[in-house]
């Protein structure tokens, strides 16, 4: 009689235990099982004599894995990184309610230890203290694997599995969780049947785990989770929170897929549900809210992007808090809308609302915040505030060097970002000893021919190129060309692009023909690859027309514009400056022939181009009216020459420049002025 009193103080304990993990307290809870645990050892020597201690054993269902745990364990909790953070429900913890102990039933030692210690799993997981919690578990499944069908009044082997599995996954140990939940799939269809709920939420669990794994298994998470939602549906009805869940997976799996139209159906759906059956308010809507977000903001939908944002901030930052990842991670998607509209203060206060929420939730020195600061630089980049780019470029990559591998990739991105801005200053020095240090640490990770190291040699042959040394930047240019040949074949856009170049370089270094080879080649393999209307091959047929000029082959050089301006107006329309670049050239070349009329047509037409499309106050309308004043000049034309001039002076006034900028003379030569695009900065 003695022990069912103990049972009752055990069982209390126990409860109140219960409670307060329900509560959200899980240091109170621990300490009460821990309590009740301490009971137990009274307990077993009162029924030490009891037939009630003999395991029972009519239908064994033993587990076949191999589970392990430390004998001794570490007192501090131990921070695992997860995919999907613990607000936010995906399925991956399904058995996660604690077990009240009933006073009046029967209780041997092993139903008593067992649920004790499974509640102590469960407030160790609350705690984060994953090798405590899975050294419970695993004790739990011990005592009970044997007993009738794994069974132990409401507690199951599957329930330890699942729990196991679990915390496997949140320590990124995929292919133990593989095993733990398949095993869990196993029994699951032995005790419960294989169209139960239980079997439901391990097919879940599997495919989430293959959805996660280092290289996605999207087939097999899709197979999984479309096996899950049928069973749910089937068994739950449609109107569920697991089958939201299901939808949601399942929505996730389309998302990365880039089927955008059908991940979106499983969104609505999924949060149809949701906010049915847990409210406007709960973080799971929230969760939902932002995938479909983030797959309007991929389809381009930006506004409907920003709402959905905006709406998940409603519901996580009263929940979660300013100083959270996620709603850093919120702010900085916000931001990069915002940032490809060119609206930049918005942007800008949007990073900066990023960047102070992720150094209160991750810390001064973690690769989200890298990651926003070097965001920031891009945004000021763009801008042209290079001062404030550098600045934020330069902090980003102490927080890199800090925290990453010293060959990680983001190190090597912000390096040539910088030098990028110091290349565009002019500070060519600073920008090679930039490069070079991002081509060392290419080289040491990727090796001495990979298509990256390829691309680092690249932009320092364009420093040497802009520097005028140009038999340097051809030796870069053909050993880049060499690996990318390797690395591709002959036929690839890379490829061209370096033939270009080596053209250029070849032209500046007066081997016309050589560069005619070059400029052929690449225009050869961009046509084959971009079609004949693309401004990539304009470019091309422009530089081949300028060596036709170079050579005083004017004819074939006015073709070769003619078909430049045809490519250029397919291509990027009527009114492109490219077009007007044209003009003015062709233009030029008929000034040079003697042909004026010709020549006031094309630079008319980039004239009129030039006004529809600029301030009326723009430097170059003035410069285009000093060409048409010239020509009028070398036609005898004097009335027009002091009209045109006239406005070309007002306009320079307007802009406060000098009209000594302006240029008369009876002969005006053409320019060789080479397309030759600078590379952006890095994302």
Not at 412 to 428: M, P, S
Request: net charge negative.
């Amino acid at each position: 009689m003695a022990s069912h009193g103990l049972v009752g103080i055990i069982a209390h304990i126990n409860n109140i235990g219960v409670m307060h993990l329900n509560e959200g307290k899980s240091d109170e809870a621990l300490d009460c099982f821990r309590r009740a645990l301490s009971r137990v050892d009274g307990f077993e020597t009162a029924c030490s004599s009891s037939s009630s201690l003999k395991m029972i054993a009519d239908e064994p269902v033993p587990f076949c894995g191999s589970l392990k745990t430390k004998t001794t364990r570490p007192s501090s909790p131990r921070s695992c990184y997860i995919f999907q953070r613990q607000e936010y429900d995906e399925g991956m913890h399904e058995f996660k309610d604690p077990f009240r102990i009933e006073t009046g039933s029967s209780n041997s030692y092993q139903i008593l230890v067992a649920t004790l210690l499974y509640n102590e799993g469960l407030a160790h997981i609350r705690l984060g203290q994953e090798e405590e919690a899975k050294g419970c578990f695993i004790t739990t499944l011990g005592m009970i694997q044997w007993t009738n069908s794994g069974k132990t009044g409401g507690l199951n082997v599957v329930a330890c599995l699942h729990n196991i599995g679990y915390l496997e996954y949140r320590c990124m140990q995929h292919s133990e969780a593989l095993v733990t939940f398949n095993e869990a799939l196993r029994l699951g269809q032995h005790m419960f049947g294989p169209h139960s709920v239980e079997v439901a939420a391990t097919l879940n669990c599997l495919g989430v785990l293959h959805f996660h794994m280092p290289k996605a298994d999207t087939a097999s998470a899709m197979q999984y989770y479309l096996q899950s939602l049928a069973i749910r549906q089937d068994v739950l009805g449609d109107q569920n929170e697991a089958v939201a869940t299901s939808l949601n997976n399942i929505g996730r799996v389309y998302y990365m897929k880039g089927e955008y139209d059908e991940a979106l159906a499983m969104y609505h759906e999924s949060l149809l549900v949701r906010r049915l059956v847990l409210g406007n308010a709960h973080l799971d809507v929230a969760a939902t809210v932002y995938n479909a977000g983030q797959t309007y903001h991929q389809k381009g939908d930006l506004n409907t992007a920003l709402q959905l944002y905006d709406e998940f901030l409603s519901i996580a930052v009263p929940k979660l808090g300013k100083g959270h990842r996620d709603v850093a991670t919120m702010y900085k998607c916000m931001a990069q809308i915002y940032h490809e509209q060119r609206k930049y203060e918005q942007a800008l206060q949007l990073y900066k609302k990023a960047l102070e929420s992720g150094r209160v939730a991750l810390g001064v020195m973690h690769p989200e915040v890298a990651s926003t600061l070097n965001k920031m630089g891009n945004l000021y980049y763009e801008k042209g505030d290079f001062d404030s780019a550098i600045c934020m470029y330069k902090e980003g990559l102490e927080v890199e060097r800090a925290v990453l591998h010293c060959l990680h990739p983001n190190i090597t991105v912000t390096l040539t970002n910088i030098g990028q801005i110091y290349k565009h200053r002019g500070d060519f020095t600073s920008a090679l000893r930039l490069y070079r240090e991002a081509l060392s640490l290419q080289r040491q990770s990727l090796g001495e021919n990979h298509p990256n190291v390829a691309a680092t040699l690249s932009s320092i042959a364009l420093i040497h190129y802009q520097s005028r040394c140009y038999s340097r930047a051809l030796d870069l240019y053909q050993d880049a060309l060499r690996m990318r040949r390797d690395a591709y074949g002959d036929v690839h856009l890379d490829v061209a692009s370096t033939l270009n170049s080596i053209g250029l370089v070849l032209f500046k270094l007066g081997k016309h023909e050589m560069a005619m080879q070059s400029f052929c080649e690449s225009l050869k393999i961009r046509r084959r690859l971009l079609g004949k209307d693309h401004r990539d091959v304009a470019i091309i047929l422009y530089n081949i027309a300028t060596i036709h000029l170079e050579r005083g082959d004017e004819d074939e050089a006015m073709k070769c514009y003619e078909e430049t301006l045809r490519v250029e107006r397919a291509a990027l329309g009527s009114d492109h400056g490219d077009v007007v670049l044209t003009l003015q050239h062709m233009a030029q070349v008929h000034q040079q022939r003697g042909e004026f009329d010709k020549a006031l047509e094309q630079y008319h037409e980039a004239l009129d181009i030039q006004k529809r499309n600029l301030p009326c106050d723009d430097v170059s309308i003035a410069t285009t009216l000093n060409s048409i004043a010239n020509v009028h000049l070398q036609s005898g034309n004097a009335g027009m020459v002091v009209e045109t001039l006239s406005e070309a002076t007002r306009i320079l006034r307007q802009a406060g420049r000098s009209e000594d900028d302006l240029q008369l003379s009876g002969f005006h030569l053409y320019g060789f002025s080479i397309l030759h695009p600078e590379n952006a900065a890095a994302a």
